[in-house]
């Protein structure tokens, strides 16, 4: 053990500069696949919160409403109501359907807008909308709901929360698409350079590992002081990866959205622990292959 160590020491000194660029390299390679994983995270977290607030609003036509379904100067029947109530209650995507009355919706409305007088007073009881809320079994099946009521009597407008987050999700995914390839690609570099350094080492030893091969040691004896140097440099960037993605957590995460955005729940430290622990496995399995491809050529007497 003291040989592959002295061994693994040596390598490591006598190519300071590019065991150095193996570390940065990883290091920034690593980071932002560490990141990528977190926005996942925070992707999936998003949907988990949103989509289970989605929901479909039915506005029902008042006399001076435009466009939809709505009669000229006539407001949505009471037989038309009803039809509209059973039609969304029987629909098998339907898990719960809410009336709001205009006065239940005004209230909501002076609520929202209690700090803006000359909006509360342009605005009366009359010019609201009653509707039905509809909350659905399953956020991601609402077309059927949409198409069963949209074109009935006494319906305006049919609005899908899902229009509005959707784009919102698809920005958020490729976002994270985004900084998973381009950490992906300087993964790739950073498997080249351990290759092309473990291979500059090794032919600058070659005279001792043919000579060890002919007193019969072994290939795992020979190539654990070079799998040891491109573990180090791996293991150093993983680090100093961590320490970054723990300063993006602590610094930018709790620090600064968390305090001023508290409508959202944030990742926590075990998703922070799990990409971490994920950009540790890719950087074992990154310093092993191409060191165990790089010395195969040289392993041969």
Same mark, same amino acid.
């Given at each position: 053990?003291?040989?592959?160590? =002295? +061994?693994?020491?040596?390598? $490591? #000194?006598? *190519?300071?500069?590019? &065991?150095?660029?193996?570390?940065? @390299? ?55 109501? =009803? +039809?509209?109530?059973?039609? $969304? #209650?029987? *629909?098998?995507?339907? &898990?719960?359907?809410?009336?709001? @009355? ?136 993983a680090v100093l990866?961590c320490l970054t ?57």
């Amino acid at each position: 053990m003291r040989h592959t160590l =002295t +061994e693994a020491w040596s390598g $490591l #000194r006598r *190519n300071a500069s590019m &065991a150095l660029a193996v570390i940065v @390299t990883m290091w920034v390679s690593l980071t932002l696949f560490g990141a990528g994983l977190m926005t996942a995270q925070q992707v999936d977290r998003f949907k988990d919160d949103w989509y289970d607030k989605v929901e479909i609003s039915v506005f029902l036509c008042v006399p001076d409403s435009r466009g939809g379904n709505c009669q000229p100067n006539e407001g949505v029947t009471e037989a038309q109501r =009803t +039809e509209i109530e059973q039609t $969304l #209650r029987s *629909n098998p995507e339907v &898990a719960e359907v809410f009336y709001e @009355t205009k006065e239940q919706a005004y209230a909501q409305f002076r609520e929202y807008y209690a700090n803006n007088d000359p909006i509360l007073k342009a605005t009366t009881v009359d010019k609201m909308q009653d509707s039905f809320r509809v909350k659905l079994k399953n956020p991601e099946e609402y077309e059927g709901v949409v198409s069963a009521v949209s074109g009935m009597p006494g319906v305006q407008l049919v609005q899908d929360l899902r229009k509005i987050l959707d784009p919102m999700f698809t920005w958020l995914n490729l976002a994270r698409w985004a900084t998973v390839g381009l950490s992906a690609l300087l993964l790739l570099a950073a498997a080249l350079q351990i290759g092309n350094t473990i291979r500059m080492a090794a032919y600058s030893r070659r005279r001792e590992i043919g000579i060890m091969r002919l007193v019969g040691a072994s290939n795992w004896y020979i190539m654990l002081p070079f799998l040891l140097e491109s573990l180090i440099a791996a293991i150093a960037g993983a680090v100093l990866a961590c320490l970054t993605l723990a300063a993006v957590q602590q610094f930018v995460i709790i620090g600064k959205a968390k305090a001023e955005i508290q409508t959202i729940r944030w990742i926590e430290w075990p998703h922070v622990g799990l990409a971490m622990a994920s950009l540790a496995v890719v950087a074992v399995v990154l310093s092993i292959i191409p060191t165990l491809i790089a010395t195969r050529r040289f392993l041969r007497v």
